[in-house]
Every structure is written in structure tokens, then in C-alpha cells.
T-cell receptor
């Protein structure tokens, strides 16, 4: 069945460092791919999405490119801020309209 | 900006008791979902609801679980006889269209603790 695998956390970076959080998926067909973010004490919020191969989703300085050949959707940001500290979830659209999430990667950014 | 609201934020119950978790989705959304997140684990899909009926459910959503939209605004998740392993964060979400193509709008969650 469809599944998502994310890199294990936690990830600790200094402010202005480069961020990569790896995400790979297994799916039949070409589902939409998403990154959600969960700030402390809050629910999940959509960060960005891509709906087809080679699409690049971007938001708040974060980017991720839908790579069909490597079945990946890695999240990147060139210069992280303390306010980016959160848990990041990769997800793919299931065949019946639900979302399948990865385990989440906790990011801590130190000043 | 409209948001999904969930109550209570924290519920403590004894094993074997019934609990009802409440959600008010965004008013013009048509699809409703429950997910749960056991501490340190992935966010897991429980059930989706559309047009006043369940459209999909996972194998976690067994006979102990039920959902209801009792009026035009609330969407509830009932656990009939709670087990210790039901302890988790439960998230309600809604979308205007199917979640595969429309972003899910999540509530802040209800932390359920079963003792």
C-alpha cells in the first residue's frame, strides 16, 4: 500500500543554517504530496504541496520538488530561523481521499 | 481566518468508559476527518465523513469507534469503551474537497489520556 518514510529526528540546527528533511514515498499512481508543520501546542498546518511530477511547492522560504524518478519530496530551506522550530510531516494523498502521513521530524533551531 | 475548533483540549478517562470528542469544522467545508497521533508516533488516519456518512475508515476504526454529525456544525468522535492504547492526540480536520487535492485544516487536537 501507499506509505511515506521521513528521516528520523530530532534535527538541531543553528540559525541561518541550511535545512534538508528527507521524505520518500511508495504509491501506486501519482498522488499529490504535502508537507505539514506542527508548531508547539497547535494542530497541523499545510506548509506546501505539489500535485504532479517535477512540481515545486514553496512557502515561507521552504521548498520541495516532486521527484518521480527517486520517489522523493525532500523539504529544504536555505536559512532557518528560531521560529521554524516545529515538527514537520510529509504526507501523500491516499487513493480514497485521505492523507497518509510520515512519522514527523522535529526541528529545533538554536539562536 | 475561520478555523477548526476542538473540545476539550485534554480529556482524562478511565479504561472502559465512553468518551466523546467534539469538533466544529469550518462552516463551508464538506469533508471531515479524524486522525490520531500516539505520542512519538505518526499521524494516523481514522475516518473520513462526507454527505452524512463514512466514506472511508482505517483498520484502527473498529466497532468501538463511531462518528456523528448531529447538527449542522458539530462533528463528533465517540469511543464506546476506552482502552489504554486509545491514549493519543486526536485531531479533527475538514476540507472543502477531497483531502488528496485540498489542504486539510486541522484543529489543535484533544489529548485523550486513558488510565
Amino acid at each position: 500500500g501507499n506509505s511515506v518514510t521521513q528521516m528520523e529526528g530530532p534535527v538541531t540546527l543553528s540559525e541561518e543554517a541550511f535545512l534538508t528533511i528527507n521524505c520518500t514515498y511508495t504509491a501506486t499512481g501519482y498522488p499529490s504530496l504535502f508537507w505539514y508543520v506542527q508548531y508547539p501546542g497547535e494542530g497541523l498546518q499545510l506548509l506546501l504541496k505539489a500535485t504532479k511530477a517535477d512540481d515545486k511547492g514553496s512557502n515561507k522560504g521552504f521548498e520541495a520538488t516532486y521527484r518521480k524518478e527517486t520517489t522523493s519530496f525532500h523539504l529544504e530551506k536555505g536559512s532557518v530561523q528560531v521560529s521554524d522550530s516545529a515538527v514537520y510531516f510529509c504526507a501523500l494523498g491516499g487513493s480514497q481521499g485521505n492523507l497518509i502521513f510520515g512519522k514527523g521530524t522535529k526541528l529545533s533551531v538554536k539562536p | 481566518e475561520p478555523e477548526v475548533t476542538q473540545t476539550p483540549s485534554h480529556q482524562v478517562t478511565q479504561m472502559g468508559q465512553e468518551v466523546i470528542l467534539r469538533c466544529v469544522p469550518i462552516s463551508n467545508h464538506l469533508y471531515f476527518y479524524w486522525y490520531r497521533q500516539i505520542l512519538g508516533q505518526k499521524v494516523e488516519f481514522l475516518v473520513s465523513f462526507y454527505n452524512n456518512e463514512i466514506s472511508e475508515k482505517s483498520e484502527i476504526f473498529d466497532d468501538q469507534f463511531s462518528v456523528e454529525r448531529p447538527d449542522g456544525s458539530n462533528f463528533t468522535l465517540k469511543i464506546r469503551s476506552t482502552k489504554l492504547e486509545d491514549s493519543a492526540m486526536y485531531f479533527c480536520a475538514s476540507t472543502p474537497g477531497p483531502a488528496a487535492n485540498s489542504p486539510l485544516h486541522f484543529g489543535n487536537g484533544t489529548r485523550l489520556t486513558v488510565t
